[in-house]
T-cell receptor, first 114, second 113 residues
Framework: ETGVTQTPRHLVMGMTNKKSLKCEQH?????MYWYKQSAKKPLELMFVYSLEERVENNSVPSRFSPECPNSSHLFLHLHTLQPEDSALYLC?????????????FGPGTRLTVL | AQSVTQLGSHVSVSEGALVLLRCNYS??????LFWYVQYPNQGLQLLLK??????LVKGINGFEAEFKKSETSFHLTKPSAHMSDAAEYFCAVSERNNNDMRFGAGTRLTVKP
């Protein structure tokens, strides 16, 4: 595997379910990100981890819970989601956490909440 | 805080025609500017970035962008569109004194044969 991988690619869940999204980067990077991409809206940064420490949490509802067990893996735990949470969830990584660092994106998980 | 506006959510050009995708930014300090492309069912891929060297930046796939401070713009161009350029394009800005990158809403490029 190369680059940034995400599993699953598609997920359908009910509002009472608990599920997790997984992201893995094979680039030796030190920063990882979760974004939410909704139709016709700018990408919304949800969480940032740098050296396995959370450095940003942009007012995301508590029904989204991130976990970064090591520098290569990032999870997004989901529970009691709402239909408006349906979106494409993108994971990204960068060599370092900083304004000039190129971010490398995974293909995303398409989430549908029924 | 910095922000970015992409004019036109949808641009359509004929194959071989000039591609022009517009991006204007707002920033209180000299920014870093990026263009990303997203092909269907894929994540975003960096096309090019401006980090205060040359104002005309060349990227992959024949794209380039020019940083114009007086116009607070960073428009993306390609002289001749190819069918494979059909995708969504995102402009992004980050400021040198913080780590927050802001993305525009995206412009979907359609290339007609």
């Amino acid at each position: 595997e190369t680059g940034v991988t995400q599993t699953p690619r598609h997920l359908v869940m009910g509002m009472t379910n608990k599920k997790s999204l997984k992201c893995e980067q094979h680039l030796g990077h030190n920063a990882m990100y979760w974004y939410k991409q909704s139709a016709k809206k700018p990408l919304e940064l949800m969480f940032v981890y740098s050296l396995e420490e959370r450095v940003e949490n942009n007012s995301v509802p508590s029904r989204f819970s991130p976990e970064c067990p090591n520098s290569s893996h990032l999870f997004l735990h989901l529970h009691t989601l709402q239909p408006e949470d349906s979106a494409l969830y993108l994971c990204a990584s960068s060599q370092l956490y900083g304004p000039y660092n190129e971010q490398f994106f995974g293909p995303g998980t398409r989430l549908t909440v029924l | 805080a910095q922000s970015v506006t992409q004019l036109g959510s949808h641009v359509s050009v004929s194959e071989g025609a000039l591609v022009l995708l517009r991006c204007n930014y707002s920033s209180s300090v000299p920014p870093y500017l990026f263009w990303y492309v997203q092909y269907p069912n894929q994540g975003l891929q960096l096309l090019l970035k401006y980090t205060s060297a040359a104002t005309l930046v060349k990227g992959i796939n024949g794209f380039e962008a020019e940083f114009k401070k007086s116009e607070t713009s960073f428009h993306l161009t390609k002289p001749s569109a190819h069918m494979s350029d059909a995708a969504e394009y995102f402009c992004a800005v980050s400021e040198r004194n913080n780590n927050d990158m802001r993305f525009g809403a995206g412009t979907r490029l359609t290339v007609k044969p």
